[in-house]
């Protein structure tokens, strides 16, 4: 089943709807024609017709009525009340792909009465330029071919890849909140450069052009990160002076922690119990 023979509806019409609704219609992945989405916010739904050319509706059961892959765009904390509106009209070839972060497969089957045609994806922010890290857990009612419809979907907006569901809190923690811990990284780098005399648009622009191009070397020169920094930092040099300073001010365990923190929030947030999920240390 191709991507082209879906009509997608959107449930909640937010930045990252929107996001996805331009990305899928600028490829051509789904039918702009039977597409549409709800928001109970106008200025959300203005703006999400203004970007994608697709148009709105006048609730999520109308959304449900017309579309069969249905995405859940959401705060977390609305989805019971979504999945409690669309399940009177739910059919049986509704596709049901949900972005809120924390929510389970099971928690949506049950709100759902049962459904198991569903996917849950965590997606993040770089999505809205294209860039985004995203993965994906399907149900077992889901057909592969089904599954690599919405793979395909969401590499239209970045990288993706398929995990167990077990491994999404960690997915959120990493790059779900990955992009928060990056621009901390990149503002530091930037303020430095400005410290050391550079203009405040100009260090900006170095540090982002730097973490752009290191990963680039990374996932395009196949490089690992150490391989990187042991080319950087010749002996007796600039760079080993400042490695030296980080490693002092322990930066690497901090990021570590971070993601674990990240983590396990993200597991207490879906009524799990983080302390039996803590990683081993040695």
């Known amino acids: 089943m191709s991507a082209e023979s879906w009509a997608v509806g959107f449930l909640g019409a937010g930045q990252m709807a929107t996001a996805l609704a331009e990305a899928w219609c600028r ?4 039918d702009r024609h039977c597409s549409c989405a709800w928001d109970v ?4 739904r203005e703006r999400f017709c203004l970007r994608t050319g697709l148009r709105t509706v006048g609730s999520n059961q109308e959304v449900a009525a017309q579309c069969r892959m249905l995405v859940i765009a959401v ?5 019971a009340a979504v999945l409690e509106e669309i399940r009177p009209v739910l059919r049986q070839d509704h596709l ?25 994806v965590m997606p993040n922010t770089a999505c809205l330029v294209g860039g985004g890290a995203s993965a994906l857990s399907v149900s077992t009612d889901v057909t592969p071919a089904e ?23 960690a997915v959120t923690g990493l790059s779900g909140s990955g992009p928060a811990f990056v621009a901390l990284v990149l503002e530091a780098l930037a ?3 400005v410290l050391c005399g550079l203009p405040r648009h100009l260090a900006l ?41 980080l490693e002092k001010a322990g930066v690497r365990g901090a990021l570590q922690e971070a993601v674990w923190a990240a983590t396990r929030r993200a597991r207490e947030l879906a009524g799990d119990s983080p302390s039996a999920h803590r990683p081993a240390t040695t």
């Open 96 to 120: 049901v792909v949900s972005v809120a972060a924390g929510v389970r497969l099971q928690t949506l089957r049950q709100g759902l009465g049962g459904h198991n045609r569903l996917v849950r």
């Open 41 to 44: 916010q106008a200025a959300a």
């Open 147 to 169: 599954a690599d419809t919405v793979e395909a979907l969401f590499r239209a907006v970045g990288y993706v890849c398929r995990v167990p569901e077990e491994l999404l809190d």
């Open 205 to 245: 622009e170095l540090a982002a052009h730097t973490l752009i191009g290191t990963a680039r070397l990374v996932l395009e020169g196949s490089k690992h990160p150490a391989q990187v920094k042991d080319a950087v930092a010749s002996p007796g040099g600039t760079t080993i002076a400042g490695l030296h300073v």
């Open 75 to 79: 705060k977390p904390s609305d989805v």
């Open 27 to 30: 490829t051509g992945c789904v």
């Open 191 to 193: 303020d430095a450069g």
